[in-house]
């Protein structure tokens, strides 16, 4: 079982940047594949990047790509999300998921998730 604890949400101004970050706790954390989601009110949640347990692969939301970047810290056990060039569309609940078996771009394929970090980008 793993524990996610996302960080780091705020408000920025669009054509800004900022970076929030899921620290993972558990016995077992560091086998765990992790992802980001978010979910705008009224909109489905949706996919935005994951990185692999073994660090080999990383996966990113078409329209996403080139603008957010995902990292992870496998000594911390923690995943970070890089937004650049926020747009105010890009204003959502941010989620970290988890996932024992490879990267998934599906909500329903992750077991655990964190409570969510609000960002919100002001025009």
Known sequence: QVRLVESGGGLVQAGGSLR????????????FNLAWFRQAPGKEREFVAAFSASGGSTSYADSLKGRFIISRDNAKNTV??????LKPEDTAVYFCAARHFGIARSAAAYNY??????VTVSS
Request: aromatic share 8%.
């Open 20 to 31: 929030v970050a899921c620290a993972a706790s558990g016995r077992t954390a560091s086998v």
């Open 113 to 118: 998730w964190g409570q969510g970090t609000q």
């Open 80 to 85: 970070y999300l890089q937004m650049n060039s």
